[in-house]
């Protein structure tokens, strides 16, 4: 009976520890959450009712130790090493020409590249397979064991898989970091419980990881990716930097995905340029990228430089963030009528280019940072996003000027300023009289997503706003030429591209011209669907809320949207006017509906088709009747899968949608 139950654990341990491989390491999970709580349950009924079964390696022993007074010394056998930075090209060549000249070759070099993640460096050593301690890097000699908040990390295995080269103990280092995603659900959390909050991820991890109640730490979304193991050469077969990744993954430890092998520090500066771009679509913060000399035995002869390894080097984004002051807080107004905060700072160098504007986005986030004129801030640059006060920096007792309030009247034209309840957004109330809010919408309308009116920039719309020269979209086809080369900074050459540009872009799309009317909430993606939807244009006028609630994307709100749009006489003055101008795009032709044997049907395709494209398919399945959307829903008919599908399948399964492969969809194409 004993030994039954005693098994049972084991089995179930067993169970949750692939699983913990199958969602962190491989991220591919195998069974939903609610499957794995279940067994996580079953295992934590089991161990209470017979306490004595209960080991440290054990899934449900993550939160165990009590509160310390403080962390103890923690030596480390081999030194954790900073790396030397490189800033650009010219740096990182000098880089691989020292590598040569020390090993007295001229030898093509191979590198692992990886992303540099900001967070905070950790040893963990493992024997015979079990966590044992966590460390922290301290000065490289010395750390603090941080180990009870290390195993309550959910994506560091207690212990590791059984493999055939796992040494009797192994040394791992790796950055324990929180995702963008887990720290912003983690600020809005305190903030909501008016804690306080973190600045940015690494102040975040970093703080989590220094709790003195390993309870707290528990709390926090950390994550790890492990980036080397001590003397792996020695412990197993290996031979590059590239397989000790690979093995620490069959170990069980998360490995950086992006990490990469590159040819020559010409490979490792295509990486750094591929990386920056993905920059933002990551889920974590990096401030650089690191490249690591591939052969361990050239790494060995290398050797190190006081505290850094010879071949190995951080290749750092530009600084990202600054300080600087606030010279005045004015409001912006957009297309829409929105109300922005600016904060119009001293202009300063960040990340590659000189700021001089900060949005603070609404009054509430100009409360919450309480930003006033004169004040010192830090300014954040991300990519290509427009720049943000993060927060002020100010000396205690600092002398300030009065805290920014809402204006009660818009700054351009003088009308009262709404706020509507539950919204952070305030609005001037005047719509299309106020020059802002119709200068917006011009600019939205010549834009190269909309008409695409090549030469029409913000600038120019400004000016011919200004000079009374247009007031509203279709005036536009209107302009005369010497009206136009009257402007400031206009030639006749300018004047007459301008004049074949604006002709030029009367012939247009269905979908372009809807998304032009600058409909609020109606991206390209909405304006292609009603494109899609209505034949043309007299029916979408005629559209009522239900009827647009049938179109897949289209909500409530947006339909709301459209219908107040279309009912309103001055919108359809626009249309009219647009037309009669000689606006212009080709009705697509009509499907009978009852001939197209697809009619009615829903299709989302997702993975890679081998017989045809992705949009050849989509061509094909409209052709038919069908439609083809791009997110599944309860709507679909089915989800046709190439190879490698994305998570529209797991989507698929989980609503109960049929899910076809690339023979089926032949077949229906046939039918
Ligand atoms: O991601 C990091 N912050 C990171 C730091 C990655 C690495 O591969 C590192 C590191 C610090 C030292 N490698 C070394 C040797």
Redo the contacts with the bound molecule.
Sequence with gaps: MATSISNKIKKLREEIQQHNYSYYVLDEPAIPDVEYDKLMRSLQELEEANPNLITADSPTQRVGAKPIDSFPPAKHEVPM???GNVFDEAELEAFEIRIKDRLKRDINIDYTA????D?L?VSLIYEKGMLVRGATRGDGATGEDITENIRTIKSIPLKLRKHKSLPKKLEVRG?VFMSKKGFDKMNAAARKKGEKTFVNPRNAAAGSLRQLDPRNTAKRPLDIYF??ATKIEELTNVTTQYESLQLLKEFGLKVCPEAKLVPGYRGCLSFYSEISKQRDKLDYEMDGV?Y?VNDLALQNELGFVSRA?RW?VAHKFPAQEAITVVERIEFQVGRTGALTPVAKLEPVFVGGVTVSNATLHNMDEVQRKDVRQGDKVIIRRAGDVIPEVVKTVLKPGEKRSKSVQAPEVCPECGSDVVRIEDEAVIRCSAGLYCPAQRKGAIKHFASRTAMDIEGLGDKLVDQLVDEQLISSVQDLFYLQKDEICALERMGEKSASNLLAAIEASKQTSFERFIYSLGIREVGVATASALADYFPDLKTLLKADIEQLQNIDDVGPVVADNITSFIAQMHNREVIEALVEAGVRWKNKPKITNKKASLAGNTYVLTGTLEQLTRTSASEKLKQLGAKVTSSVSKKTTAVIAGANPGSKITKAEALGVKVLNEKDLLKLLKT
Excluded: F, W
Aim: glycine share 6%; hydrophobic share 40%.
């Design positions: 090493l900073s790396l990886e992303p540099k993640l967070g460096a950055e980036y080397s690191v690591k390894p190995a």
